[in-house]
Nanobody, 123 residues
Framework: QVQLVESGGGSVQAGGSLRLSCTLS?????????VAWFRQAPGKEREGVAS???????TYADSVKGRFTISQDNAKNTLYLQMNSLKPEDTAMYYC????????????????WGQGTQVTVSS
């Protein structure tokens, strides 16, 4: 069974940076997969932040373009989200997710989810 565990969250001042990590169990052994970062703030619906497919193609939400970078280290079987120029609006619980398949978008239904890591950005 695929397992995902997030880490790296915390509190940071506006303008600062954080790097989130997500370890994935055996997932990259598949020929086609989709991994993504989501976030959910109090009183708001969960929203997609970034996605990455098997070919290394990344997609970003407009709200984070130019500030966030999704990447992976296959040797460590780890997914990352580098977050720069953080804003208070970025405050949320961040989740990583994974799904098998050739089509990749945060709009698909992901089967596997991590437990989440909290990111808090103060003014």
């Amino acid at each position: 069974q695929v397992q995902l565990v997030e880490s790296g969250g915390g509190s940071v001042q506006a303008g600062g940076s954080l790097r989130l990590s997500c370890t994935l169990s055996e997932y990259t052994a598949a020929n086609y997969y989709c991994v993504a970062w989501f976030r959910q703030a109090p009183g708001k619906e969960r929203e997609g932040v970034a996605s990455l497919d098997s070919d290394g193609s990344a997609t970003y939400a407009d709200s984070v373009k130019g500030r966030f970078t999704i990447s992976q280290d296959n040797a460590k079987n780890t997914l990352y989200l580098q977050m720069n120029s953080l804003k208070p609006e970025d405050t949320a619980m961040y989740y990583c997710a994974a799904q098998y398949g050739q089509y990749c978008s945060w709009r698909i239904d992901f089967r596997y989810w991590g437990q989440g890591t909290q990111v808090t950005v103060s003014s």
